[in-house]
């Protein structure tokens, strides 16, 4: 990981790491609570004494301090070395802490760095992308088992518990964002959270779940209908369905995140429910749920092998319900490599 760091640190003399993702990715620190910092041809570690036996255990080849004042032991050591320029997380940093770098080192240039360190972990190595692999795994083991679950009567906040107690059950170390199930109605919003709702005849049940191994994330969504089908719902559930596979047909090497939205979109449009696809196709998943490259209208990223993103196409009807249908894959020289194993029929229980 630290090899892909050389290449910023020929231009700037320090990169200032403080995300707990790019500590763990580029030192392997998983506390989360601490700083990283390259320069002057070292590294260190800055983490307090909760932390200080796990970062000697996760970390080699740093030199590690412990310390309460993360940023100002780091800061120190870039005032004290005449540091001229330092990358900095500026996504990641309070306006607070800016300024007191900003102070502490007055002389040099601060240079916000965040797109350029995440452009970084883009492209994920073989040990990575097996850890997604597992847990996309278990996620779509969860999918199988809640199957037996929805029923008339249950409520939305059972159905997300009974996943994530599944998934934590089968291998998880937890989850990678807060579980999204709901019925009716509520499927319209995108992001809607479980609710006391208990779900009835007739009702779509969109669930959009994963979980972490190993630090990194997975992710998908399956709605399902709980009786038979109306038209419309049909109709919606299986123009999703085939704008996913329009999607999933367009993503490999050499295309650019947008033109796999676009792909996926224009098919909805002429379904007639373009108005009603109102986020972009996908993002890319590692140790955060949701990292480049976007699959969205504006994204100019060209995808690479060994990236690996979700494609996950929705049509959201208020006052009538939703569909969303996303797997997660891997981005291959001419085509992608699917890691979700779930149907995508739709599902009536
Ligand atoms: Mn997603």
């Given at each position: 990981m630290n090899?892909?760091?050389?290449?910023?640190?020929?231009?700037?003399?320090?990169?200032?790491?403080?995300?707990?993702h790019n500590m763990r990715y580029f030192s392997g620190f998983s506390g989360g609570e601490g700083a990283v910092l390259f320069a002057f041809d070292k590294?260190?570690?800055?983490?307090?004494?909760?932390?200080?036996e796990q970062a000697e255990n996760e970390t080699t080849d740093f030199l590690l301090t412990e310390t309460n004042d993360y940023l100002?032991?780091?800061?120190?050591?870039?005032?004290?070395?005449?540091?001229?320029?330092?990358?900095?997380e500026d996504n990641e940093i309070s306006a607070r802490?800016?300024?007191?770098?900003?102070?502490?080192?007055?002389?040099?240039?601060?240079?916000?760095?965040?797109?350029?360190?995440?452009?970084?972990?883009?492209?994920k190595t073989d040990e990575e992308i097996e850890k997604i692999r597992e847990a996309e795994e278990i996620g779509s083991k969860?999918?199988?088992?809640?199957?037996?679950?929805?029923?008339?009567?249950?409520?939305?906040?059972?159905?997300?518990?009974?996943?994530?107690?599944?998934?934590?059950?089968?291998?998880?170390?937890?989850?990678?964002?807060?579980?999204?199930?709901?019925?009716?109605?509520?499927?319209?919003?995108?992001?809607?959270?479980?609710?006391?709702?208990?779900i009835q005849k007739?009702?779509?049940?969109?669930?959009?779940?994963g979980c972490t191994f190993d630090g990194y994330c997975s992710d998908m969504t399956r709605t399902v209908v709980v009786g038979k089908p109306s038209d419309e719902q049909k109709k919606i559930y299986n123009a999703v369905k085939t704008a996913q596979?329009?999607?999933?047909?367009?993503?490999?090497?050499?295309?650019?995140g947008c033109d796999a939205d676009k792909a996926a979109r224009e098919y909805i449009e002429k379904c007639g429910f373009g108005r009603y696809f109102r986020h972009?196709?996908?993002?890319?998943?590692?140790?955060?749920?949701?990292?480049?490259?976007?699959?969205?209208?504006?994204?100019?990223?060209?995808?690479?092998?060994?990236?690996?993103?979700?494609?996950?196409?929705?049509?959201?009807i208020p006052d009538f319900g939703g569909v969303r249908i996303e797997d997660l894959v891997i981005v291959k020289k001419n085509r992608c490599e699917n890691l979700t194993c779930a149907t995508k029929e739709l599902i009536e229980l």
């Open positions: 090899k892909k760091l050389n290449e910023i640190l020929k231009d700037t003399a320090a990169v200032l790491i403080t995300s707990p590294r260190f570690v800055f983490t307090d004494s909760r932390y200080i100002g032991s780091a800061c120190k050591i870039l005032s004290e070395n005449c540091c001229q320029k330092v990358l900095i802490d800016y300024n007191r770098i900003s102070k502490a080192l007055g002389n040099s240039e601060i240079v916000f760095g965040s797109e350029k360190i995440n452009t970084l972990r883009m492209v969860a999918f199988e088992h809640i199957l037996d679950f929805i029923k008339p009567d249950v409520c939305e906040k059972d159905i997300a518990l009974e996943i994530e107690y599944f998934m934590k059950k089968n291998g998880a170390d937890g989850i990678s964002f807060e579980t999204i199930a709901i019925s009716g109605k509520r499927t319209s919003l995108p992001h809607g959270t479980p609710s006391d709702k208990k007739g009702d779509f049940v969109t669930m959009d779940f596979q329009i999607g999933l047909d367009t993503i490999r090497q050499g295309i650019r972009s196709l996908g993002h890319g998943v590692g140790l955060l749920v949701h990292e480049l490259p976007n699959l969205s209208p504006k994204s100019e990223i060209v995808l690479e092998e060994n990236m690996v993103v979700s494609c996950e196409p929705g049509i959201y």
